[in-house]
Structures are given as structure tokens and as C-alpha cells.
């Protein structure tokens, strides 16, 4: 069976960074596409970043804030979130698909259970 564990969410002050992690088990996904979504309270769930061995993708909004990386051996990946903005709060998902990236959630078939992060101002 399949499982995405997400931690690292919490609250933080505008300005301030998070880091949240994504473990997986079940399988691996060494040649899959890995991403993180995020839903706030009345809003669509949409697309943060996504990496494959393609290269690393990011939505406009948070480019040259949030960092998204991989450990193969450990089947985990990361989401490295500076420069806080109230606005980045939401609830994180992470997500993993075979094949590329895509910012569509519904290509995705595994999802983690989300974390929740709040940034104040």
C-alpha cells in the first residue's frame, strides 16, 4: 500500500521559513513526477512545485521563494519555503504521478494527507 506522510507544517511570522517533508512508502519513485499543492479555506487546491529528473517547476507566485527537492535513497521530498507571505497560507499536499510534471491535480494519484501552514503577518 501506498502512503505520502507529510510534516513540517506549522505557524510562522510573514518573512519567516518552513521546510516540509514528504515521505513515501510502498513503492518507489525514483522516475515519477513529485509535487506539492496547496489549498486555502475556499480556494481551489493548485499547483506549488514539481520535480522529476527533467528539473525542477514552480508556480509564478512562489518562484525564487520556495526551493523543491529530492532524496532518492530515502524516498522523501522537500519543500524548502523562505520569504512567508500570509497569503502562502493553506493547507500542503504532496503528490506523485508516473510521468511529468503537470500543475493539474487530478493527473496525480497519490497524495499525501496535507499539513497545514500559517504564516501570520
Known amino acids: 500500500q501506498v502512503q505520502l506522510v507529510e510534516s513540517g507544517g506549522g505557524l510562522v511570522q510573514a518573512g519567516g521559513s518552513l521546510r516540509l517533508s514528504c515521505a513515501a512508502s510502498?513503492?518507489?519513485?525514483?522516475?515519477?513526477?513529485m509535487a506539492w499543492f496547496r489549498q486555502a479555506p475556499g480556494k481551489e487546491r493548485e499547483f506549488v512545485a514539481g520535480?522529476?529528473?527533467?528539473?525542477?517547476y514552480y508556480a509564478n507566485s512562489v518562484k525564487g521563494r520556495f526551493t523543491i527537492s529530492r532524496d532518492y535513497a530515502k524516498n522523501t521530498w522537500y519543500l524548502q519555503m523562505n520569504s512567508l507571505k500570509p497569503e502562502d497560507t493553506a493547507v500542503y499536499y504532496c503528490?506523485?504521478?508516473?510521468?511529468?510534471?503537470?500543475?493539474?491535480?487530478?493527473?496525480?494519484?497519490?497524495w499525501g494527507q496535507g499539513t497545514q501552514v500559517t504564516v501570520s503577518s
Open positions: 503528490a506523485a504521478r508516473s510521468g511529468v510534471v503537470t500543475t493539474t491535480r487530478y493527473d496525480y494519484n497519490y
Open positions: 520535480i522529476r529528473w527533467t528539473g525542477e
Open positions: 510502498g513503492r518507489t519513485f525514483s522516475s515519477s513526477a
